[in-house]
């Protein structure tokens, strides 16, 4: 069966501070991968998506993730947070199983 | 735009309590998806429909079940609620064939059951 992790439970960051999330899955198969973010009070949107091709993945709002086959793992990346990032982080991978969450917090 | 939208945002119901959770899209998707999330698991999926009448069961199943009678509307029912399903409950579709498997969430249903 597939499974998602992510490492951290919890960040707290400072503005401007670089922000790294990890995510490992476990698939032997094709991999489809994303990332969505829960703003407080907001729907589940995605900040990005790997299907194939170029394993650095650009998504909205300056966020990045980089697909490591070799590690089963999909770390999303943000060079410099601001307080508007403060959310909850998800992984997910295809047939549908989603990571237990990362809640971000970024102090100004 | 996608819409997803889900029948109520807050839902308080008593235990032994017959529910139905009630979700609609509007871009054709032929997948739809029920998710209850819970802090510090995450999203746990319940039920999903890739057809009309077609269902499979998630990760989480019990106590639960789901109707699709047209493309656009999938509904889970929890036949007797207990307090253990108090949770939000979040609809999703998507697209079934190609590579793109990106879900769309509807705002959710935060229900209490007491």
């Known amino acids: 069966a597939q499974s998602v992790s992510q490492h951290n439970h919890h960040v707290i960051l400072s503005e401007a501070a670089s922000l790294e999330l990890g995510c490992n899955y476990s698939?032997?198969?094709?991999?489809?991968l994303f990332w969505y973010v829960q703003y407080p009070g907001q729907h589940l949107q995605l900040l990005l998506k790997?299907?194939?091709?170029?394993?650095l993945v650009k998504g909205i709002k300056g966020f990045e993730a980089e697909f490591i086959k070799s590690k089963f793992s999909f770390n999303l990346r943000k060079p410099s947070v601001q307080w508007s990032d403060t959310a909850e982080y998800f992984c997910?991978?295809?047939?549908?199983?989603f990571g237990a969450g990362t809640t971000v917090t970024v102090r100004a | 735009d996608v819409k997803v939208t889900q029948s109520s945002r807050y839902l308080v119901k008593r235990t032994g309590e017959k529910v139905f959770l009630e979700c609609v899209q509007d871009?054709?998707?032929?997948?739809m998806f029920w998710y209850r999330q819970d802090p510090g698991l995450g999203l746990r999926l319940i039920y999903f429909?890739?057809?009309?009448?077609?269902?499979e069961k998630g990760d989480i199943p019990e106590g639960y079940s789901v109707s699709r009678e047209k493309k656009e509307r999938f509904s889970l029912i929890l036949e007797s609620a207990s307090t253990n399903q108090t949770s939000m409950y979040l609809c999703?579709?998507?697209?079934?064939?190609?590579?793109?498997?990106?879900?769309?969430f509807g705002p959710g249903t935060r229900l209490t059951v007491t």
């Open positions: 999703a579709s998507s697209f079934r064939s190609g590579q793109s498997y990106e879900q769309y």
């Open positions: 698939y032997g198969g094709t991999v489809n």
């Open positions: 790997y299907f194939s091709g170029d394993p």
């Open positions: 997910a991978a295809i047939k549908l199983s």
């Open positions: 871009m054709d998707h032929e997948n």
């Open positions: 429909s890739y057809d009309v009448k077609m269902k």
